[in-house]
């Protein structure tokens, strides 16, 4: 017959045992479990020189971004601002052609001043030319067609829609007093100083 003390001995042993083959069992599942993360593939190393070209693409979408949010904005300011803008005196074109400029022609200056910017892409590459466009003004004195007669600005310059759709947005917002209809020629120039 087992005595306590051998029974109780027994019994601790038994613990012993179960809590060593639970650690070992533990141990084993920990080690049967595989734990590889997926293998990325390494990248193939960008040149000096493409990564000039990628940090340029870049610069070159975030301007141009910038420019259509700028001509929106300026869109919409020009619209809302149209009511106020005074109205010009039909037969411009023709006398800034010929020097012969009215008072109420510097609406005219200052109302481009305010809504023409130059274009980023076009400062950094240093793009200059000059923009002529035909305006249609029907009889109520809005511009009811634009056609570009001339531009000087290099084909393929950087910024150079830019420019030629912030004349466009500019010269339909004009005014002109009510009369037949006419034709202007305006000539927008952008200078690199």
Excluded: C
Excluded at 44 to 54: I, K
Excluded at 65 to 77: E, G, K, M, P, T
Excluded at 82 to 107: S, T, V, Y
């Amino acid at each position: 017959m087992l005595t306590g003390m051998k029974l109780q001995a027994l019994t601790w042993g038994a613990i012993v045992l179960v809590l060593t083959a639970a650690g070992q069992a533990r141990a084993q599942a920990a080690y049967n479990r595989w734990e590889a993360k997926p293998v990325t593939p390494r990248k193939a190393a960008t040149t000096p020189a493409q990564r000039g070209r990628q940090v340029m693409q870049a610069k070159n979408r975030q301007d141009f971004l910038n420019q259509v949010q700028a001509l929106h904005r300026d869109s919409l300011r020009i619209v809302a601002s149209g009511a106020a803008m005074p109205l010009l005196q039909r037969g411009i074109g023709q006398r800034i052609k010929e020097n012969h400029i009215l008072p109420e022609d510097n609406q005219y200056y200052d109302y481009l001043r305010r809504t023409i910017r130059y274009p980023t892409q076009a400062l950094r590459a240093q793009a200059e030319g000059k923009i002529t466009m035909r305006l249609t003004i029907n009889t109520t004195g809005q511009v009811s067609n634009l056609e570009e007669v001339e531009n000087t600005i290099p084909a393929g310059a950087a910024g150079r829609a830019e420019m030629v759709r912030q004349v466009v947005v500019a010269l339909r917002q004009l005014r002109f007093e009510a009369g037949p209809v006419t034709t202007e020629e305006l000539t927008f120039g952008y200078k690199f100083l």
